[in-house]
């Protein structure tokens, strides 16, 4: 019955999803659903909300993703962006590089519907060859994503090494290889075909383009190595004081004046996931009291379902159907940790596993904002582009498969 029950309550939340309920409306109802099947009373629930607003992690936490996206939108919002890519340019003259490298850089800022900022550079850069509009649409949408599975300014994946309560950079340390992997098939698949010889003008601006990916620069390296400066802090709050060593350069070189300033703070997207992310903390702390998961594992043992195949299975169908990273790790890892947890299995093997696949599943959704957004910008066909995804994807799927098994009986350090 419990299990059941869970099913039914992520069934909700994907519904609730695609019929376009904010993520963090959709995660209370189901926080509300779970306590309304599990009987528990008003109080009882209300004792939940507040344990997780008391929690300093998620605090922490919040404020990270927040300061990730003033930083985000801080690039966006000024000429930052567009001098960075003249610099690049100007510094490397291969075209094909250059189709596959300036929309992975792109990709380092994670801003809803990315794509259809590198698109433009993308376009530009196709202009004086015979590469096709489609092409043009999947090398874009492919390479932007490439970094999303170990960059670790992406909002998703600090959320999955938190609700799995794993470092975040040791977690990325096994999750490299899919970036390397999803550069590899995107060359052979994409850019290898293209017959072109053609090379861009470079001058001698080097000095130029370092300068102008400082801030990025600086803060990976902060966030990477903050800990060894300051060991007393928390990793997150490292990495707090590192995106915002960034926000601060890019204020100062940009002149930002308070006009800039009030619409980086009033960007509508910083609310939604604030509002997303403590509707996410709610939701897994009902999970864990309710006693819903503890008791759908006890059947997943009886009827020997193997957790590697619910790890793998619904993030990739959450992921599909929603089109979102933020999202699928909110609706599927409060359970799936919380079933690694109850049956006493080595969790990285598992959470390497459902994130993977869980971006997989993101990456093939018609859902995607990116994806959308490219099938506009290059006037293509949907079956022109999601065709081509198939056989990369695939091998992804394989290659986190393999991993899996590699890792297994393998426990990494938690926080």
Same mark, same amino acid.
């Given at each position: 019955?419990?299990?059941?029950?869970?099913?039914?309550?992520?069934?909700?939340?994907?519904?609730?999803?695609?019929?376009?309920?904010?993520?963090?409306?959709?995660?209370?109802?189901?926080?509300?659903?779970?306590?309304?099947?599990?009987?528990?009373?008003?109080?009882?629930?209300?004792?939940?909300?507040?344990?997780?607003?008391?929690?300093?992690?998620?605090?922490?936490?919040?404020? +990270?993703?927040?300061?990730?996206?003033?930083?985000?939108?801080?690039?966006?919002?000024?000429?930052?962006?567009?001098?960075?890519?003249?610099?690049?340019?100007?510094?490397?003259?291969?075209?094909?590089?250059?189709?596959?490298?300036?929309?992975?850089?792109?990709?380092?800022?994670?801003?809803?519907?990315?794509?259809?900022?590198?698109?433009?550079?993308?376009?530009?850069?196709?202009?004086?060859?015979?590469?096709?509009?489609?092409?043009?649409?999947?090398?874009?949408?492919?390479?932007?994503? &490439?970094?999303?599975?170990?960059?670790?300014?992406?909002?998703?994946?600090?959320?999955?090494?938190?609700?799995?309560?794993?470092?975040?950079?040791?977690?990325?340390?096994?999750?490299?290889?899919?970036?390397?992997?999803?550069?590899?098939?995107?060359?052979?698949?994409?850019?290898?075909?293209?017959?072109?010889?053609?090379?861009?003008?470079?001058?001698?601006?080097?000095?130029?383009?370092?300068?102008?990916?400082?801030?990025?620069?600086?803060?990976?390296?902060?966030?990477? /190595?903050?800990?060894?400066?300051?060991?007393?802090?928390?990793?997150?709050?490292?990495?707090?004081?590192?995106?915002?060593?960034?926000?601060?350069?890019?204020?100062?070189?940009?002149?930002?004046?308070?006009?800039?300033?009030?619409? +980086?703070?009033?960007?509508?997207?910083?609310?939604?996931?604030?509002?997303?992310?403590?509707?996410?903390?709610?939701?897994?702390?009902?999970?864990?009291?309710?006693? +819903?998961?503890?008791?759908?594992?006890?059947?997943?043992?009886?009827?020997?379902?193997?957790?590697?195949?619910?790890?793998?299975?619904?993030?990739?169908?959450?992921?599909?159907?929603?089109?979102?990273?933020?999202? /699928?790790?909110?609706?599927?890892?409060?359970?799936? %940790?919380?079933?690694?947890?109850?049956?006493?299995?080595?969790?990285?093997?598992?959470?390497?596993?459902?994130?993977?696949?869980? %971006?997989?599943?993101?990456?093939?959704?018609?859902?995607?904002?990116?994806?959308?957004?490219?099938?506009?910008?290059?006037?293509?066909?949907?079956?022109?582009?999601?065709?081509?995804?198939?056989?990369?994807?695939?091998?992804?799927?394989?290659?986190?498969?393999?991993?899996?098994?590699?890792?297994?009986?393998?426990?990494?350090? &938690?926080?």
């Amino acid at each position: 019955m419990a299990l059941v029950k869970l099913f039914f309550i992520l069934g909700l939340l994907i519904l609730l999803l695609r019929r376009g309920w904010l993520l963090g409306n959709a995660l209370l109802t189901a926080a509300v659903v779970c306590v309304l099947l599990q009987q528990v009373y008003p109080l009882e629930f209300f004792g939940i909300v507040m344990h997780s607003f008391k929690n300093v992690q998620n605090w922490l936490l919040t404020c +990270i993703i927040l300061s990730i996206l003033i930083f985000a939108h801080s690039m966006s919002k000024t000429d930052y962006a567009n001098r960075f890519i003249k610099a690049y340019q100007s510094f490397s003259p291969n075209v094909k590089f250059n189709l596959m490298m300036i929309p992975a850089f792109i990709g380092l800022l994670p801003m809803p519907g990315g794509a259809i900022f590198s698109a433009p550079f993308v376009e530009r850069l196709s202009e004086d060859t015979q590469v096709p509009r489609s092409t043009q649409a999947i090398v874009n949408y492919w390479f932007r994503h &490439c970094f999303e599975f170990s960059w670790p300014l992406y909002p998703g994946l600090i959320l999955a090494a938190h609700l799995a309560q794993t470092d975040l950079f040791y977690l990325i340390s096994f999750q490299i290889p899919f970036t390397l992997l999803a550069f590899y098939l995107g060359y052979h698949a994409y850019i290898k075909p293209l017959q072109m010889t053609i090379l861009t003008k470079k001058t001698k601006r080097e000095t130029t383009f370092i300068k102008e990916v400082a801030p990025i620069g600086m803060v990976l390296i902060l966030a990477v /190595f903050g800990k060894c400066l300051l060991p007393s802090l928390p990793r997150e709050v490292n990495i707090g004081l590192a995106v915002w060593m960034g926000i601060l350069w890019i204020w100062i070189k940009e002149r930002i004046n308070l006009h800039k300033l009030k619409e +980086i703070f009033t960007e509508k997207t910083l609310l939604k996931v604030l509002y997303a992310v403590f509707g996410i903390f709610v939701f897994k702390q009902t999970l864990n009291e309710t006693q +819903i998961v503890t008791q759908a594992s006890k059947i997943l043992v009886d009827y020997h379902i193997p957790l590697g195949f619910i790890a793998a299975l619904l993030p990739l169908l959450t992921g599909l159907i929603i089109g979102l990273t933020l999202a /699928f790790v909110g609706v599927t890892f409060p359970l799936i %940790v919380t079933l690694i947890h109850t049956m006493h299995v080595p969790h990285l093997p598992y959470v390497v596993l459902a994130f993977v696949c869980g %971006v997989i599943g993101v990456l093939l959704s018609p859902m995607h904002l990116c994806f959308v957004l490219s099938l506009e910008y290059f006037q293509v066909r949907f079956d022109q582009i999601h065709r081509k995804l198939y056989r990369p994807c695939f091998v992804l799927l394989l290659a986190a498969g393999i991993c899996f098994f590699l890792l297994k009986g393998y426990n990494g350090p &938690c926080k």
